[in-house]
């Protein structure tokens, strides 16, 4: 590795071990040498620790009234507001008719990587539930290469490492994934069969703050079928809105 990267064999055993910094031509050569896509090589990046000395803030993340004006005009299309380690901060009723009713769960187990691994009913929401899965869990490991002192995180960890040995596994897997857009296919007790497409659009007043929006393609079945979930949503929602 150290011949293809063209250093030395004793500066990438300390680079390896931590107790060398990499410069970003070296960084940019390695992730060559390694063929690392995008998000592998923002990953490494991150692990370099080339932001160490920032400061993180981890004080308590607030939706502005604007976006949670936003959520409620949303009226058939499923929203919600991710915010570190994928914590969920806010939703709008189409979100809790397609997913779950958030309201119920606890504020500190609303995390959707945590929901797509121990809720019954979200899990039972994706035919390719493992690739979903893993695609998650991938997310969440960029998280952690962004603030690996993040207590809250590492609390996350280590309770879905204990309860599902698919995570443990996976986890240790290290695999990484920096997605903005996406399709997923979901078998809804109601509406039925959907594939939806995913955007993630980033908040300018908090960048640890995602709205993720599943929109359908108009003329499709998947579009017709969010329309009957919006009618069931509107006569059984309790919670139009909610969030912290």
Known sequence: MALLASISTDYYTRLEQGRRQASEQVLD??????????????????????DAARPRRRTPQQVR??????????STTPAVVLGRRTDILAWNSMAAALFTDFARIPERKRNFVRLVFCEPAVRALYPDWEWVAQTTLAQLRREAARDPKDPRLAEL????????????????????????????????PVA?????????????????????????EPGTPSHDRLRILASWAARTAGHPVSGR
Do not use: C
């Not at 050569?29 to 390694?34: E, G, I, N, P, Q």
């Not at 594939?195 to 980033?202: A, E, P």
């Open 65 to 74: 009234p604007q976006l949670q004006r936003l959520l409620a005009d949303l």
């Open 192 to 216: 039925g069969p959907l594939t939806l497409d995913w955007s993630f659009l980033t908040s300018t007043d908090d960048p640890d703050q995602q709205l993720i929006t599943l929109t359908a």
């Open 29 to 50: 050569t390695l992730a060559r040498v390694l063929r690392l896509d995008d998000g592998e090589r923002a990953y490494m990046s991150e692990l370099s620790g080339r």
């Open 157 to 188: 960890v280590g309770k879905l490492s204990l309860q599902d040995p698919d995570f443990r596994r996976w986890w240790g897997a290290h695999r990484v994934a920096a997605q903005g857009s996406g399709t997923k296919a979901l078998n809804h």
